[in-house]
DNA sequence: GTGGTCTAGACCACC
DNA sequence: GTGGTCTAGACCACG
């Protein structure tokens, strides 16, 4: 999978590879279990520094989309919490974009749909 | 309306502030045309910087949702492009919240009736 | 509350001043609340870097120990949850203590003794 | 007695094994005297490295819980010094379980009943 | 080889 | 002024 910095964007690199990664298992381009490139290896491929992909992996570690293995570097974690929930902060941010989505004339049904369209299991086999 | 600032979240003040006063817009509790307070009063008030009140009302202006002449100081704006569209932050914010329900367990209708069920016109009156 | 770092030890240096952080809490030391010293000048007054104080600061703030506030820096937190519960790996930690307890001549009564004479609260006022 | 390892663990491989084995000797699965499968039976019985396994035998060795001899491998120790104190770390370890607790809210006599309960001589004959 | 830690020094957003 | 982020390069424990 290919790893895309916005290097103009106010979100921190760090982050930006993060929510890649967790895009990625989400649409399936990442598996349960598939082996993440090292460290080094994606600072090299990025151009940045390795700390800063160290800084990545560590909140996907903390966060439990990774685990890290002393053996064989990281790897998509095999089985993720099915609880139906989000975090405090996603909880926050879709209350203000759901305030913005009204502001600009979505009705609950059009937003709903809307989210709908965005939602999609995308598998790439 | 009331402004109330969490000293401890990671959210910068200026936006925590921006984020209230739309939120605000959305359930009906500011109305369109309404006046806001000065800069200074509302910093007064809050208890801050009124270098920080003076940011969040320049992002407002610039996303468009209040506007500013010299005599009257800040009004909510009148009109809102009904366009029913999001700005491009919202939309990324919206696909990473989305990755997350995926793989948390929520299935697309799970999900959409989840936003369904945040979404309401609340209108103070 | 002077903080002091093993050289020698194995247990890496952000660590230990997270360690001694949470023993400065327990007992008294560090009131909730208190003011911490910013990250350059623990940093400085240790002598080490400051990117290893702003790691532990993290850490620490990820645990719920400290607040870090734009304005005012870090700050220990004024109320902890009152939960009596132990992390995982504290409780495993316990295990392997008790274990070795054991091992070494410890009766059930004569250790919880032990542990009783060291849990003590130290207010340093 | 069965070793088994937690891949995802951020406790080396070498001291899970050290962990067990302690565990073992504590709750009486591994008798005074009783001889340990070879570094390499170990190794090839769990899937990993023999130097992994190596090392966790000197460690060990080191702390007095087995001896090894050229002819017959390791063997559990015959008689432990029942001394009834806990090694420098161990100590440390427990000073801030016990800082952790505190801050938790446990009180003196619930921790020590908590750790009551969790210390059993559990004899596997 | 891996991830984890640390350094010295820099820049940034926020207030 | 603060904490947060990033860099370039180093060393270490682990396996």
Same mark, same amino acid.
């Given at each position: 999978m290919v790893i895309c910095i916005d290097e103009v964007s106010e979100i921190p690199i760090y982050k930006q590879i993060r929510n890649q990664i967790v895009l990625g298992i989400s649409d399936g381009r990442l598996q349960p279990g598939e082996q *993440?490139?090292?460290?080094?290896?994606l600072a090299e491929e990025i151009g940045i520094n390795s700390m800063t992909v160290n800084k990545a992996y560590a909140l996907l570690k903390q966060e439990g989309y990774i685990v890290t293995d002393r053996r064989n570097g990281a790897r998509i974690r095999n089985e993720f919490d099915q609880g139906k929930y989000l975090s405090q902060a996603s909880?926050? %941010? *879709?209350?203000q974009i759901i305030s913005e989505a009204n502001i600009r004339g979505f009705s609950k049904?059009?937003?709903? %749909?809307?989210?709908?369209s965005i939602f999609r299991r995308q598998i790439y086999v």
């Open positions: *993440l490139p090292t460290v080094r290896a909880l926050d %941010n *879709l209350q049904e059009e937003f709903s %749909n809307y989210v709908k």
